[in-house]
């Protein structure tokens, strides 16, 4: 049965902390619902009513496109071992950017990661936990480095380039608010 919580105490922190993987899920009303599975050591709960991520260059940028036209974000952790839960965490989420005031005292948080492209931030509303009963049982064996390899190949200038030509605009024609300002 799902439980709900206003936020996160120390037995969410502790689980979140113990999971290789995490989705976030965003939209608007006009727009596809963007599912994205993460990994890496790309996340970090900031107190029990903050989480930020660490996002990482993609082929787009939706989750920054949704929030800037949007806010609504959902964050999953589901638990792929013998003690099964599913963890969910609902909220207003941002995008913070370098040339952004809170960028220093945010990525202080984080170990640099090739291809860092903007924090996000979500700003929790509510947290709930339902069973996983059906969830199967998964090893893990491992991060991938293919994302930073490709990041390090491209460099700073070919990140920039990308970046202006993949990921100003979302699928559905959305803003990301990437470049402006810098």
């Not at 963007?34 to 990994?39: A, E, I, Q, T």
């Not at 202080?108 to 936990?129: C, M």
């Amino acid at each position: 049965m799902a439980r709900f919580y206003p936020a996160l105490d120390a037995k969410h922190r502790a689980f979140i902390a113990a999971q290789k993987l995490f989705f976030t899920a965003s939209g608007t009303p006009e727009s596809r619902i963007n599912l994205s599975p993460k990994g890496m050591d790309s996340l970090r709960v900031i107190d029990e009513q903050h989480i930020a991520y660490l996002d990482l260059t993609g082929s787009g940028n939706e989750t920054a496109a949704h929030l800037k036209h949007d806010g609504r974000m959902t964050m999953m952790w589901c638990s792929f071992d013998s003690d099964p839960l599913i963890l969910r965490v609902y909220g207003r989420g941002r995008a913070v950017r370098r040339q952004d005031a809170e960028w220093g005292g945010l990525h202080r948080h984080f170990s640099p990661l090739p291809g860092e492209r903007q924090l996000i931030v979500l700003d929790i509303e509510s947290v709930q936990t339902s069973c996983g009963y059906a969830v199967p049982m998964y090893s893990y064996t491992g991060e991938r480095d293919t994302l930073a390899r490709w990041a390090e190949k491209k460099g700073v200038v070919g990140l920039l380039d990308y970046w202006r030509d993949k990921n100003q605009i979302s699928i559905d024609g959305l803003t990301s608010g990437l470049l402006e300002n810098t």
